[in-house]
């Protein structure tokens, strides 16, 4: 990456809604005024295997757009961690579903580990893998990744909404 | 002089983000068609065929809500056959494909250069030959881009680097087709075309307007040949012979007489030829102090300009071109590159066809290495190019 650009993995399996977290991400920051570049999976590959949305985030116009080291890392899948971790950034912060089980990371990567898929199985039984990626959005605005406010708003008032706001609210809650 | 500016003919803006323009979050194909639009684009056929689909998808909604004509053509031969027919009659006409598409079209972008039929193919690349890997990146259609038709042929081929230039260069692709009468072709990449990005839309943009038959001059023939002929419109009342053989200033057919097809043949060729220094775009950085050169276009002109920055702290001064225009090329900036540089780098996610451009411009001023990536659609990455160049500067 660039001075001043920061770069964003979310990785999960087809289907589990990796695209569209993706999509509110970059809608949350661009709507900051931030800079923003946005490359996610599309075609053959979005159901059924490894699917990434890969972020760059700068305050100032962005060089390479092509996300080769990121420094934050989101894993929902253990069908994508094997993808995820050659591309850790030195210190890196890798959220990790607890689902996705034990893995070997580089030194310096900070390592968190949250139930994301098994609460959404109890709260909302049947939509288990689609609604885990929202609660780690919720999570990183915890952490400081994207500010709460924008990336509610990113959500629109569309179907799901209210479902999805509180799924936001409950990743905040866990950070 | 700025370590960064672009270039364009006749001093005029090459972006045309400026300030109080809207920004957008659009990939590149939306600012693509989007860019159509703004350009007056009122007809568009196409088939779909991945990594171009979402021009294709987005102008198929606005199209219509706008006036203007979407059709989808049982293939890709058929499309730009209805591009020239819709020019012909008035309409600005574009469409989107991608390699195996592409290579479809060149009998119809043939007749569109020997009719002088204003129209503008959109190719974004992928991994080819054959079906390659469709949904890949690739620019290994650069040399199609340029010579893909048979016989004599030059029409202009434009590159763009992000999703504004996508916006940008869609504008001026339609309006150098409309201006010259001559096909566009608007050469992108499946990383390009999939990238959301910031575009700045600005409230308006100019549009060219092809020049009009009005009675005055003949269809096929302009004494000054960097100057389009006037066009006649069908339904406007005048009679119009329109035919891909070899044809007078009236548009009669002459397929035997030498000079009749001499003239033609030499006039449509310098129409391009003769406008290279005003139709030719690009960016350069950092070229007043560079020791070291990149000639790079496309993604992996992204690549390039941030494998610059990546060299300054290790005490390694790049400079580096981004042609916007693969035909006509420009070449100024890259002949004095080669007249500074110790070596010229030129990455490419293909085996070696940009390069053997620059070769040419470079003209053994400094030596020239292409540096290839296929596969997978990965992109060469900064730090890639960066340990070429520092290869190559030890």
């Given at each position: 990456m660039s001075k001043g650009e920061q770069g964003l993995l979310i990785s999960g399996v087809g289907g589990q809604g990796i695209v569209f977290a993706g999509r509110l991400l970059a809608r949350a920051w661009f709507s900051q005024g931030k800079h923003v570049a946005l490359r996610h999976a599309y075609g053959a590959e979005v159901m059924g295997t490894a699917v990434h949305s890969e972020l760059v985030v700068s305050?100032?116009?962005?060089?390479?757009?092509?996300?080769?080291?990121?420094d934050v890392a989101v894993v929902?899948?253990?069908?994508?961690v094997d993808e995820v971790l050659p591309r850790l950034a030195g210190g890196a912060l890798l959220v990790l579903d607890a689902e996705v089980g034990p893995v070997s990371v580089p030194d310096g990567v900070q390592v968190e580990v949250r139930p994301f898929l098994s609460w959404v199985e109890e709260a909302q039984p049947g939509d288990a893998g689609r609604a885990s990626p929202l609660l780690a959005l919720g999570f990183l605005s915890r952490r400081g990744v994207v500010d709460l406010d924008p990336l509610l708003a990113a959500i629109g008032v569309d179907a799901g909404f209210a479902d999805n706001r509180e799924l936001i609210f409950r990743g905040h809650s866990l950070g | 002089m700025s370590a960064h500016r672009s270039v364009a003919g006749g001093g005029e803006r090459l972006s045309l983000a400026v300030v109080g323009a809207t920004r957008k979050l659009w990939s590149g194909n939306v600012a693509v068609a989007e860019g159509a639009l703004a350009a007056g684009v009122d007809f568009y056929a196409g088939y779909p065929i991945t990594p171009s689909s979402a021009i294709m998808e987005h102008l198929a909604r606005e199209l219509p809500k706008r006036g203007g004509t979407f059709l989808q053509a049982e293939d890709e031969i058929a499309s730009v056959f209805m591009l020239i027919g819709a020019s012909w009659a008035g309409g600005r006409a574009l469409t989107a494909t991608s390699g195996p598409g592409f290579s479809l079209m060149q009998e119809g972008l043939g007749i569109a250069i020997m009719t002088e039929t204003p129209l503008v193919v959109v190719d974004v690349m992928r991994l080819g030959p054959g079906t390659g890997q469709a949904s890949k990146a690739g620019q290994g259609d650069l040399m199609q881009a340029r010579w893909g038709r048979h016989g004599d042929q030059h029409l202009v081929v434009y590159a763009p680097t992000s999703a504004q230039d996508c916006f940008d260069l869609a504008v001026r692709a339609v309006n150098t087709a409309e201006r010259l009468r001559v096909p566009v072709v608007l050469l992108s990449d499946e990383l390009v075309a999939h990238t959301w990005e910031d575009v700045a839309v600005p409230e308006e943009v100019h549009r060219a307007e092809r020049p009009r038959f009005a009675g005055e001059g003949l269809p096929f023939h302009s004494d000054d040949p960097r100057i389009a002929p006037p066009m006649p419109g069908l339904g406007e009342g005048h009679g119009v012979l329109m035919t891909g053989s070899t044809h007078d200033g009236r548009g009669v057919r002459f397929t035997a007489d030498p000079f009749v097809h001499r003239t033609l043949a030499t006039r449509l060729v310098d129409k391009v030829r003769l406008n290279a220094d005003a139709l030719a775009v690009g960016e350069e950085h950092g070229l007043a102090d560079a020791e070291v050169g990149v000639v790079a276009y496309g993604s992996m002109a992204r690549s390039a300009v941030a494998a610059r920055e990546l060299l300054r702290p290790q005490g390694v001064r790049l400079g580096v071109v981004v042609p916007k225009t693969l035909w006509p090329l420009p070449e100024e900036p890259i002949r004095r590159l080669a007249e500074r540089a110790r070596a010229i780098v030129v990455p490419e996610l293909a085996l070696g066809q940009l390069v053997l451009d620059v070769e040419r411009i470079a003209a053994g001023r400094c030596p020239v290495y292409g540096v290839g990536k296929i596969g997978g659609g990965l992109p060469l990455f900064p730090s890639e190019i960066a340990a070429r160049v520092r290869e190559v500067v030890r």
């Open positions: 305050e100032s116009p962005i060089l390479c757009p092509y996300l080769e080291t990121a929902l899948h253990r069908a994508a | -």
